[in-house]
């Protein structure tokens, strides 16, 4: 599974954007799907992510509120909608896929060893 993270850019605090995660070689309905970022200097931190059946999602308990993430199974994409920016919210984005389909529930899968497939990342960096 190929994946290709856009939508990246400048924003003002206070602001969104929309991420976009698109797929080749591969179904996202046979996967879980997570976004991860890291800023600079800091280690990749989990985000969210969004069940194979796009029935349930998780966000980080620091994001929940701001960041939601879903699936369209139509079109193979996953997004990630950021509202309220804040500066702290500066990182590459990246999604990821997972082979594993033990649970259909994203919960479970929040740790970067979960997830085998990895797009390049996109910048995001927000402006105070």
């Known amino acids: 599974v190929q994946l290709q993270a856009s939508g990246g850019g400048l924003a003002q605090a206070g602001g969104s954007l929309r991420l976009s995660c698109s797929a080749s070689g591969g179904t996202f309905s046979n996967h879980v799907i997570a976004w991860f970022r890291q800023a600079p200097g800091k280690a990749r931190e989990f985000v969210a992510a969004v069940s194979r059946s796009a029935d349930n999602t998780y966000s980080a308990e620091s994001l929940k509120g701001r960041f939601t993430i879903s699936k369209n199974t139509a079109n193979n994409t996953v997004y990630l909608q950021m509202n309220n920016l804040k500066p702290e919210d500066t990182a590459y984005y990246c999604?990821?896929?997972?082979?594993?389909?033990?649970?259909?529930?994203?919960?479970?899968?929040?740790?970067?060893?979960?997830?085998?497939?990895w797009g390049q990342g996109t910048l995001v960096t927000v402006s105070s």
């Open positions: 999604c990821a896929a997972a082979r594993d389909q033990t649970y259909n529930s994203a919960y479970y899968y929040q740790k970067e060893n979960d997830y085998v497939y």
